[in-house]
């Protein structure tokens, strides 16, 4: 049977996340994917990671820690170990809903595109929210999402991996280079993982928007997308999400997910 299905490769990246690093790995073993290789890239973590990595060889997954240069460097590190006809990225803490694997290997065993992209649930403390993509969105903003998304290993090796330069937008500019470069997307219309609000886009939203628009400007040759009011209008709506959350007006922020974004969420 596995001799039918598509050959994943998963890497999954972390330093110092144990807690959210077992229910990932308990996720994608739970998948059942008979063509599956699982590499887990740890950055030397000092929290009983690498104990905890030591008890999953008998699981068959393959592991690599040491000391990194920060998560381009570490995922790179993944690209470099994959060996799948196809190389998705699931970070400590995301975890992948039952059959998404089986749901993106049917798709991927008929499909033509270089790149798969699903939905996903995001987890935030009012509910799990569905966020959909839009690959035709790419030059103007993050319009997929990295955790549900698979990528051909070839369409890496002739394109390239992550830039290490990078702090915050690292797979935007990998998507959108692909994108310009015209490599060819399919969305995947499921939610295929659940991920946890709290990344490092949350944390930092000034450099994250900022990081976005470096990565516009170095891609798109011309069109609006290069201008500064583009990078303002998402701080500002950005910020006025943020403010209505922490005062309680989720509803204002619900409404506007569901019939203004783009893509739409909720």
């Known amino acids: 049977m596995s001799a039918h299905l598509p050959r994943f490769t998963v890497v999954t990246i972390c330093r110092n996340a144990l807690a959210g690093l077992r229910r ?3 996720t994608v073993l739970g998948q059942r994917y008979l063509a599956l290789e699982y590499w887990i890239v740890d950055g030397a ?43 998705a990225f699931l970070h400590a803490g995301d975890e992948y809903l039952p059959g998404a694997l089986a749901t993106v290997g049917a798709i991927a065993s008929v499909s033509d595109a270089e790149v798969l992209a699903g939905y996903i649930l995001r987890r935030e403390r009012t509910g799990d929210v569905l966020c959909r993509c839009d690959p035709s969105r790419l030059r ?3 319009t997929i ?10 369409t890496f090796e002739r394109c390239g991996g992550f830039d290490p330069a990078l702090k915050n937008a690292m ?23 659940v991920m946890p609000e709290g990344g490092q886009s949350d944390r930092s ?41 922490r005062i309680g007006l989720n509803t204002v922020v619900a409404w506007y997910r569901r019939h203004l974004a783009r893509p739409r969420k909720g």
Do not use: C
Request: no cysteine; proline share 4%.
């Open 24 to 26: 990932t790995v308990e």
């Open 205 to 245: 939203l000034w450099a994250s928007l900022e990081e976005t628009h470096q990565v516009r400007r170095r891609h798109l040759r011309a069109g609006w997308q290069r201008s500064p009011v583009l990078l303002w209008w998402y701080f500002i709506k950005g910020t006025v999400r943020v403010t209505l959350q």
């Open 45 to 87: 973590s000092t929290d009983g990671t690498v104990e905890y990595l030591r008890g999953l060889d008998a699981r068959r997954v393959s592991v690599l820690s040491e000391p990194d240069r920060g998560i381009s460097d570490a995922m790179n590190k993944g690209l470099s170990l994959a060996s799948g006809e196809w190389v």
């Open 171 to 193: 797979d935007y500019d990998l998507f959108l280079r692909l994108h310009v470069a015209g490599v060819r997307f399919q969305v995947v219309p499921q939610p295929l993982v």
């Open 145 to 154: 999402n990295h955790p549900a998304t698979w990528v051909r290993r070839d």
């Open 140 to 142: 103007n903003d993050m």
